[in-house]
């Protein structure tokens, strides 16, 4: 349904490496975002997908809209102790109302 | 300047009481929200206003009663507060429907 299935639920990595986390649904949906929450803070966007098939970069972030648009993917390259945090995906449903629906979260922590 | 401020930024109250959230945002967004996170960091929507006007309202305790004076300001109501109303209240907002949500820092409600 509406779920969206985000994963890996956390990862522990070490500083310097690649990072790599996917939502996935049974549903299609018209847009794609993924946020970083931080402590005792709200979500901030990272980066906003609008087409199928589209891949955005925002520094050492990258992200996809997956062809079938019941995907996408965040990666991180080369992380540093200041990406840890939560990443949450989040998506507009294709003939839904102008809401998200988040994922549950992947918690990242990234050791120095 | 914040561009979504939420007050109070915690609140601790008895079970029973009646208290407010206040959200105002300056970025000259049509479309405000509120999300409740809970323990678990489940982001969920719980309402949304476009112009003051209501145009989503999920399955909501209706002990929870949402108030827009003007497209910059969206406050949540909450009245007879149960323990299972603990959690984090965030404010959010976003302009066009494009859903690139800007959140407010969040307001952590602990009922006792």
């Known amino acids: 349904g509406q779920q969206l299935n985000q994963s890996p639920q956390s990862m522990f990595i070490q500083e310097g490496e690649d990072v790599s986390m996917n939502c996935t649904s049974s549903?299609?949906?018209?847009?794609w975002l993924w946020y970083k929450q931080d402590p005792g803070e709200g979500p901030v966007l990272l980066i906003a997908l609008y087409k199928a098939g589209e891949l955005t970069s925002n520094g050492r972030l990258t992200a996809q809209f997956g062809i079938t648009r019941k995907d996408s993917f965040l990666n991180i390259s080369a992380s540093i102790p200041s990406d840890v945090g939560i990443y949450f995906c989040a998506g507009q449903l294709a003939g839904g109302s102008e809401k998200l629906v988040f994922g549950k979260g992947t918690k990242l922590t990234v050791n120095p | 300047d914040t561009a979504v401020s939420q007050t109070p930024k915690y609140l601790v109250t008895q079970m029973g009481n009646d208290k407010s959230i206040k959200c105002e945002q300056n970025l000259g967004h049509d479309t405000m929200y509120w999300y409740k996170q809970d323990s678990k960091k489940f982001l969920k929507i719980m309402f949304s206003y476009n112009n003051k006007e209501l145009i989503i309202n999920e399955t909501v305790p209706n002990r929870f009663s949402p108030k827009s004076p003007d497209k910059a300001h969206l406050n949540l109501h909450i009245n007879s507060l149960e323990l299972g109303d603990s959690a984090v209240y965030f404010c959010?907002?976003?302009?066009?429907?494009?859903?690139?949500?800007?959140f407010g820092s969040g307001t952590r409600l602990t009922v006792v």
């Open positions: 959010a907002s976003s302009q066009d429907g494009r859903l690139s949500y800007t």
């Open positions: 549903s299609i949906f018209n847009t």
